[in-house]
């Protein structure tokens, strides 16, 4: 599927694995999502992934959610990539119903857009390596746009982290050369 709503108790040790070509939405508007203990969850997602209020990662579970680079979706099956994806990452801006990131790709930097509708509450902001590795984390607050700039960053693909309130956006960017 393009979009995918998770929620439900993971109760079993053989982590179930949850695909979207677009985006993920993990628990929220009152719907809950707990992986206890000695149980584990996988999300592979194409665009975004949301992990919103309500969601719990019990201590003893196992918990991987990810942006596939290659459309690969638990395992090795392959969906079909909806032409929407290829118009957001090659020549439009990135958005969820919060924040706007373009432009996406970039070539040194691009800018965010919270869409907040004026409360410029902080926002923790990350870029991660599609490995894991933290290359950047910085609060931002005061405005509703910022402009990144990350020519210092090799070319490749990265992982935008969004945290405020509860919430966390992840969204895939790509740093052209």
């Given amino acids: 599927p393009e979009q ?8 079993e040790p053989q982590a ?11 628990a929220g508007n009152g719907k ?13 997602a194409g665009q ?4 919103l209020e309500g969601s719990s990662i019990l201590a003893g579970a196992s918990f991987l959610g990810y942006i596939t680079e290659t459309s690969t979706y638990c395992g090795t099956k ?5 032409a929407i994806k290829e118009v957001t990452t090659t020549t439009g ?5 919060r924040f706007t990131v373009y ?16 409360d410029n509450l902080p926002v923790m902001a990350e870029i991660r390596r599609m490995t894991g590795e933290k290359v950047l984390e910085v609060l931002l607050a005061g405005s509703d746009r910022y402009i ?9 693909v990265y992982l935008l982290r969004l945290s405020d309130r509860g919430m966390t956006t992840v969204v895939k960017v790509i740093r052209n050369p």
């Avoid at 999502?33 to 996988?42: C, D, I, L, Q, Y």
């Fill in 78 to 82: 392959t969906l079909p990539v909806p």
């Fill in 103 to 118: 432009p996406n790709p970039f070539r040194e930097q691009f800018t965010l857009v919270d869409g907040s509708k004026g």
């Fill in 16 to 26: 179930p694995c949850y695909n979207a070509t677009q985006t993920i939405t993990v």
């Fill in 148 to 156: 990144l700039h990350m020519e210092n960053l090799p070319a490749g």
């Fill in 32 to 44: 809950t999502f707990v992986v206890e203990a000695g149980a584990g969850a996988t999300l592979v």
């Fill in 93 to 97: 801006p990135v958005s969820d119903t």
């Fill in 4 to 11: 995918l709503q998770v929620e439900g108790i993971i109760t």
């Fill in 48 to 51: 975004n992934i949301l992990i």
